[in-house]
């Protein structure tokens, strides 16, 4: 026999502790920051998962996952107001509801297969942490280009967790969270089980995990960048008139001008309402800017082209060099849907008439590569939300990126928690990657963050000014960037494996006493 366990929690238990855990786990997010909240909120999830029927677990999950999300997106509503706010917490809620029928589902068929105190306090934990990587990854990708905001690791970019970005990402830092905080509430379970093996394993596996040394990072030179936060209107609505982003972003860079031996000036996405491709004026100031600085421009642009006789509109960042024009550029390849274009908008538009209808400009997906080659120097690039997607950030990495440039316009969130948010997901980025990070934003949170994720400078919000730094470069292969999306594959497939076939054997013995 496996040694007994502590009884479930009855429902209406359950179901208050799953709506005490999404506060706590969004505590450990920025604005609030406190890291340790998070371990303990996946641990009132898991606790309150155990037992439920899979009817049960989804209600659970379901409450559970709509007390974090309402929280930690608040955000979203600043934008377009409470109700796609509500709809894109509903459905991440929904993922969380079904991922949490898996999690119950292993908690009730795992112990009756693998029966040993060796299975319940490791195999199991590795089952559910298995399921609940998997549940981050699908919502991540799907519907839509799906939505990877809120992914337990990245509460950890400062903790003492952070260096397992570098070898297992973020899915990987996940993982073992999940798994640390599962093999805890095993072993407050397993009452018969020996108290200190217990607590070996426990502080054991916990202190392990700690000691993980982060990753080596070879810095191979430096590139001294300005990154210039306008803190123009770039908002939605703001109220302003034609150039003023563009009069902003100047008014910004203009303390620089007579700044010596700069390898390149950076702006934000939003830094234009114009494109200089379209725009005499605008091509006169980005080669003004160039020429003054006597380096490349990286800038951004909404930028038109033609396509199967179809105006298409484009999300794009451009190098600039004075007197040359536009040298490379690059589309961003996700635009974020019901902001940025209205997927299948025949069928949403009857929903909310008036919201659909304020995003009249449809984006359309960029195919280019996601580095400039500036003077020797490779850099990546991403905008806005691509810093959240795992492949793109990895494909910047193989294509030979030495430094990340993220261009970001946070205005539409307002003083929201979204642009802290962002910024710690850049920093998991850079210890993950082993790259500097240049994250700059129109109205911030704009920093620079060295490849051991730690702070070089950082600008106030809605505040112009500028960041000159000689900015780390590196061209190290983390273990994660080798890794690419692997490791998450193989421990959501164990974990969906695991949970698979100990159902099939339960079943099967049920079937053979029922014969007998």
């Not at 990340?404 to 920093?427: C, H, K, P, W, Y």
């Not at 702070?455 to 106030?460: E, G």
Request: hydrophobic share 50%; glycine share 10%; charged share 15%.
């Amino acid at each position: 026999m496996h040694p007994p366990a502590r009884r479930a929690l009855p429902t209406w238990a359950a179901l208050l502790v799953a709506l005490a855990a999404g506060p706590i786990l969004d505590a450990g997010f920025p604005d609030r920051g406190f890291w340790p909240a998070t371990f303990v909120g996946i641990g009132l999830v898991i606790a309150a998962l155990i037992g439920r029927t899979a009817k049960g677990g989804f209600l659970v999950g379901l409450v559970a996952g709509l007390s974090f999300y309402l929280i930690h997106i608040e955000w979203a509503s600043t934008f377009l107001g409470l109700l796609p706010m509500i709809a894109l917490s509903t459905l991440e809620s929904l993922f969380f509801g079904v991922g949490a029928i898996a999690i119950t589902l292993a908690y009730r068929w795992v112990p009756r297969v693998w029966r040993s105190t060796r299975a319940r306090l490791l195999f199991l934990p590795v089952v559910v942490a298995g399921l609940w990587t998997a549940r981050e990854a699908i919502a991540s990708v799907w519907p839509y280009g799906g939505f990877a905001w809120g992914r337990v690791s990245l509460s950890q970019s400062e903790s003492p967790f952070s260096a397992l970005f570098g070898w297992v990402g973020v899915s990987g830092t996940s993982f073992i969270m999940v798994f640390l905080v599962a093999v805890v509430v095993e072993c407050l379970r397993l009452r018969s089980a020996d108290r200190a093996l217990r607590g070996i394993v426990a502080v054991g596996l916990t202190l392990l995990v700690l000691l993980v040394p982060a990753f080596p990072t070879v810095i191979d030179g430096t590139m001294k960048v300005a990154a210039v936060q306008g803190s123009g209107p770039a908002g939605y609505f703001d109220p302003h008139e034609a150039g003023d982003l563009l009069a902003a972003q100047v008014d910004a860079t203009l303390p620089i001008l007579d700044e010596e031996d700069v390898d390149v000036v950076v702006w934000p996405e939003g830094g234009s309402d114009s494109s200089p491709l379209d725009s005499r004026y605008t091509a006169q100031v980005f080669d003004y800017v160039s020429e003054k600085l006597d380096a490349p421009f990286v800038s951004w642009a909404v930028t038109t082209r033609e396509v199967d006789g179809v105006e298409t509109y484009y999300n794009t960042s451009m190098l600039w060099e004075a007197g040359e024009g536009q040298q490379d550029f690059y589309d961003k390849k996700h635009p974020v849907p019901f902001g940025e274009y209205v997927p299948d908008r025949a069928f949403w538009r009857p929903f909310a008439p008036d919201l659909i209808d304020l995003i009249g400009r449809e984006y359309t997906p960029g195919t280019t590569d996601a580095v400039f080659d500036i003077d020797g120097i490779i850099a990546g690039i991403n905008i806005c939300f691509d810093i959240v997607d795992d492949q793109l950030m990895t494909d910047a990495v193989d294509q030979g990126a030495q430094i990340i440039f993220a261009q970001t316009n946070n205005a539409d969130f307002g003083r929201t928690d979204e642009s802290v948010q962002q910024l710690a997901i850049a920093r998991a980025r850079a210890i993950e990657l082993g790259r500097s990070v240049v994250n700059i934003s129109t109205v911030g949170t704009s920093a620079i963050i060295a490849p051991d994720g730690s702070t070089m400078v950082q600008l106030p919000t809605f505040t112009p000014g500028t960041m000159i730094e000689d900015v780390p470069l590196s061209s190290v292969t983390t273990p994660a960037v080798l890794l690419g999306r692997q490791f998450e594959w193989l421990v959501s497939g164990i974990g969906l494996l695991g949970m698979v076939l100990a159902g099939v054997l339960v079943r099967r013995d049920r079937r053979e006493k029922t014969r007998g």
